[in-house]
């Protein structure tokens, strides 16, 4: 006959149930995984269906008592590093979105918005291309494999317990956040380049045929000259999203290694 006490099935849920917490966060923020039209219900499947293989692979958890203080800790750090290795790859496509909108402004495209399907809110049209192309290539490249073996392996750097996420790890999330605006305008800075030369073109034209309507010339030729750019400025972008991506990772790997 199987005896068991309380204390042994206390340890037996907290060894699933804190990893499924921290799996569950980074799934609720990542990209592909978050997506609007994904399902609660199907991430938190996956989450589960993650946690069992490699719960019995993980370091041994703490013997805590889950409503505990120490309890309710661990679960906030948790929460914090799945959230935190998550939000680092969004980041990524929020900075293809930021690039989108700034060259769509630039060509005359800022008007033109449409409903994102992967955040359920309206954005401009160019930069939900940029996203839409961007997830292509992150699956293509297999992204969503890499970023859950990210996520497994950040439990051997950064074991469950209630010292996780200090203050060291939340200043460099905070500095990270700085790669909206950096990869933004490493996205769109050729295009916008090239557009800034366009309307320099028609600021000498301006001055040297004042009669000239630039209001009914330029906005034409400039979304034309815009969607040029747009087309023969893919290789580009594609570099430069394949570039932030391997920084995003190599930042969650860093993230959560060992200090």
């Known amino acids: 006959m199987i005896n068991l006490d309380v204390s042994q099935l206390q340890h037996w849920i907290s060894a699933l149930f804190w990893p499924f917490v921290r799996i569950g966060a980074c799934l609720m923020m990542a990209p592909v995984y978050g997506a609007s039209y994904v399902p609660r219900r199907l991430r938190i499947a996956l989450a589960g269906a993650v946690t069992l293989p490699i719960a019995p ?14 309890g309710v800790i661990i679960t906030l750090q948790q929460l914090l590093i799945g959230a935190a290795l998550g939000f680092a790859l969004q980041l990524v496509f929020d ?3 930021l690039g989108g909108q700034l060259l769509a402004n630039g060509m005359g495209l800022g008007f033109a918005f449409n409903l ?35 996520l497994v392996d950040s439990f051997r750097g ?44 028609f600021g000498v034209m301006s001055r040297a045929a004042p009669a000239l309507n630039l209001f009914a010339v330029g906005l034409p030729v400039t979304l034309v000259f815009g969607l040029a750019i747009v087309t023969f400025g893919m290789p ?8 932030l991506l391997a920084d995003a990772f190599d930042f969650t790997r860093a993230l959560t290694a060992t200090h």
């Open 57 to 70: 692979l993980l370091p041994p958890v703490p013997d805590v008592a889950l409503l505990s203080v120490d």
């Open 95 to 97: 900075a293809l979105m």
């Open 116 to 150: 994102d399907p992967l955040r359920g809110v309206t954005t401009p049209a160019l930069g939900q291309l940029y996203v839409v192309l961007g997830t292509l290539v992150f699956l293509a490249l297999d992204g969503h494999l890499a970023l859950l073996n990210t």
């Open 158 to 201: 950064l074991p469950i317990g209630t010292s996780g996420f200090d203050a060291v790890r939340a200043r460099a999330m905070a500095d990270w956040g700085g790669i909206l605006f950096l990869g933004g305008l490493r996205v769109a800075l050729p295009g916008m380049t090239a557009l800034l030369v366009i309307n320099l073109a």
């Open 236 to 243: 580009t972008m594609g570099a430069a999203f394949t570039s």
